[in-house]
T-cell receptor, first 112, second 112 residues
Framework: EAGVAQSPRYKIIEKRQSVAFWCNPISGHATLYWYQQILGQGPKLLIQFQNNGVVDDSQLPKDRFSAERLKGVDSTLKIQPAKLEDSAVYLC??????????FGPGTRLTVL | AQSVTQPDIHITVSEGASLELRCNYSYGATPYLFWYVQSPGQGLQLLLKYFSGDTLVQGIKGFEAEFKRSQSSFNLRKPSVHWSDAAEYFCAVGAGDNDMRFGAGTRLTVKP
């Protein structure tokens, strides 16, 4: 079974630039999550999708972050414009139901 | 909302010694509890999980954890640590709606 795929693996941008991350969940998993993991901390949930609908985006900084999952499969997370404090690893996870979340390898973002 | 505390930021053990990583949670109902491991540059890998039933849970790589409701704890144990176990370990608590909160992590160093 293929795991959660994410791209790119690494991204370096300057502050105020825009960036987008892509995630392809495990086939058949209805729930998809985006997490932000700042160095030295545990992952923090940014947004949770159930199919193509948003379940929870209470911790998403909506003035600069956006995410979509238009067809209920893969998803993109965008930051526009980026700030220095957005430097982190962005993890995508998927889950078939109320069960274990399977994580992708993450995208490491560095904002200069 | 649920929360997780991992009291130990960093633990060092000798190879072959036993290991216990502490995790305390806060949640009003019976939680879903997880332990994940993250090696440098990698995503999170599930070690074990507890939903209900037997409070002693066996996981992969020789790890086990015990759910103690009276102490609100879910400590991770391994009888004999291997050098390859050096990594960051995250405890997480989930609610029925899949809302998962992670602890800040415990970094494990293994001495030869």
């Amino acid at each position: 079974e293929a795991g959660v795929a994410q791209s790119p693996r690494y991204k370096i941008i300057e502050k105020r630039q825009s960036v987008a991350f892509w995630c392809n969940p495990i086939s058949g998993h209805a729930t998809l999550y985006w997490y932000q993991q700042i160095l030295g901390q545990g992952p923090k949930l940014l947004i949770q999708f159930q199919n193509n609908g948003v379940v929870d985006d209470s911790q998403l900084p909506k003035d600069r972050f956006s995410a979509e999952r238009l067809k209920g499969v893969d998803s993109t997370l965008k930051i526009q414009p980026a700030k220095l404090e957005d430097s982190a690893v962005y993890l995508c996870a998927s889950s078939p139901s109320v069960d274990t979340q399977y994580f992708g390898p993450g995208t490491r973002l560095t904002v200069l | 909302a649920q929360s997780v505390t991992q009291p130990d930021i960093h633990i060092t053990v000798s190879e072959g010694a036993s290991l216990e990583l502490r995790c305390n949670y806060s949640y009003g109902a019976t939680p879903y509890l997880f332990w994940y491991v993250q090696s440098p540059g990698q995503g999170l890998q599930l070690l074990l999980k507890y939903f209900s039933g037997d409070t002693l849970v066996q996981g992969i790589k020789g790890f086990e954890a015990e759910f103690k409701r009276s102490q609100s704890s879910f400590n991770l144990r391994k009888p004999s640590v291997h050098w390859s176990d050096a990594a960051e370990y995250f405890c997480a608590v989930g609610a029925g709606d899949n809302d998962m909160r992670f602890g800040a992590g415990t970094r494990l160093t293994v001495k030869p």
